[in-house]
């Protein structure tokens, strides 16, 4: 189905083709009737499946049909748990509205407050913002919620987990009764099940991206058996061998992440570690330097990695795998974007093996098993496949 079947207007699907996007992802071809629609909405979908798209684009073409610069006040609120994520689904607001007059600003933490100020005086019509510091802004009177049409909730069960619940709810009071309210959410714990009853209440409509059906099919998935104090040497050889020239690593602590980037480098293998041990500028720096290249493998632990989000990232490797289940659906979420091939690869050790068992009956099917030679482990993991 191509864009235009979807209703969205010429302008926007001239700034999705320049893109390179051509047919709808499933959650788009199911989120973007209900909010054109009018309805609120409770999303799950995993990063990597074109969510954030889902929203936006029915935002942009809403605000376009409206009254053309009739407020300087933002239309539209989009609230996401970390800098790095606002960050960037600003920036996909940003080119998606390039053939329009709608104004996107982020509001986050570590940027010039009285730049965000001067343009929030000077007229937003998409405003995406941290919890924090939209809260702060709001205690300043410097931001008013007044005239938002539509409020979005990125990631709830992260936010939700990060601690924001009263900052939401501060928000939630500050808006228009008619607010369209869409939340999206990785999964619908009860925790978020809450949440959007406190938001949306009964009315609103519910979809579901289950994991098969989010578009994986395009990302090779494997695991290599190895005993734990061999990962460090078998992902240099990893690296050296098969000549991969960039990868986001996943690893469980901060020390970890430090200790693993200075392996690599005495292997002559150039890696940052990425955590929130790190100051958010340099954090944002390394985020950069990764997407443009200058950076080949940043290894980044769980919490810190929640923002990141890179189109054309080929490859993602697990260090340590993740708990719960869910978490490695979102890790691998992040290559193969838009349809294009990626791999994932696991580092098992016999000690992960329950945290496997659970990541395979997540997916439905076992993780192929590779041995490398030299790296044959003493203590080998199970090759069943789960119950």
Request: charged letters at 25%; hydrophobic letters at 40%.
């Amino acid at each position: 189905m191509p864009f235009k079947k979807l209703g969205l207007s010429a302008p926007l699907c001239q700034a999705i083709a320049q893109r390179g996007y051509t047919i709808p992802t499933p959650i788009q071809a199911k989120a973007i009737p209900i909010i054109q629609q009018g309805h609120d909405l409770i999303a799950a979908a995993q990063t990597g499946t074109g969510k954030t798209s889902s929203f936006i684009w029915p935002i942009i073409d809403k605000l376009c049909a409206g009254e053309a610069g009739r407020k300087k006040r933002a239309r539209a609120l989009v609230i996401a748990p970390t800098r790095e994520l606002a960050l960037q689904v600003a920036e996909s607001a940003r080119q998606d509205t390039q053939f329009t007059a709608l104004k996107t600003l982020a509001m986050v933490g570590g940027m010039d407050e009285q730049a965000q100020k001067q343009a929030l005086i000077e007229g937003v019509d998409i405003l995406v913002a941290t919890p924090g510091r939209l809260r702060d802004l709001l205690s300043q009177r410097a931001v008013y919620l007044d005239e938002v049409e539509v409020l979005v909730l990125d990631e709830a069960d992260r936010m939700l987990d990060m601690g924001f619940i009263d900052a939401i709810q501060n928000i939630l009071d500050r808006l228009p009764a008619s607010t369209q309210c869409l939340l999206f959410s990785a999964t619908l714990s009860n925790k978020v099940r809450e949440l959007a009853k406190a938001t949306i209440g009964d009315e609103g409509k519910e979809i579901s991206i289950a994991a098969r059906d989010a578009s994986k099919d395009n990302i090779t998935q494997w695991c290599i058996p190895v005993d734990k104090d061999k990962k460090s040497a078998l992902l240099s050889h990893l690296v050296k061998e098969n000549g991969w020239t960039q990868a986001l690593i996943f690893i469980e602590t901060k020390h970890g992440a430090a200790k693993l980037a200075t392996q690599l480098e005495k292997r002559g293998i150039a890696a940052e570690a990425f955590h929130s041990g790190r100051s958010q500028a340099v954090r944002t720096q390394l985020l950069e330097d990764f997407k443009n290249g200058d950076i080949q493998f940043l290894i980044a632990t769980g919490v810190a990695a929640r923002g990141i989000d890179i189109e054309s990232l080929e490859r993602v490797v697990n260090y340590d795998l993740p708990f719960p289940a869910d978490e490695y659906v979102h890790r691998i979420g992040r290559t193969g974007r838009a349809s294009a091939q990626g791999e994932a690869i696991s580092l098992v050790s016999k000690d992960n093996t329950k945290n496997l068992r659970m990541i395979e009956a997540r997916l439905g099917h076992p993780l192929e098993r590779r041995i490398i030679e030299g790296f044959e482990p003493k203590k080998p993991v199970p090759l069943t496949a789960p119950k």
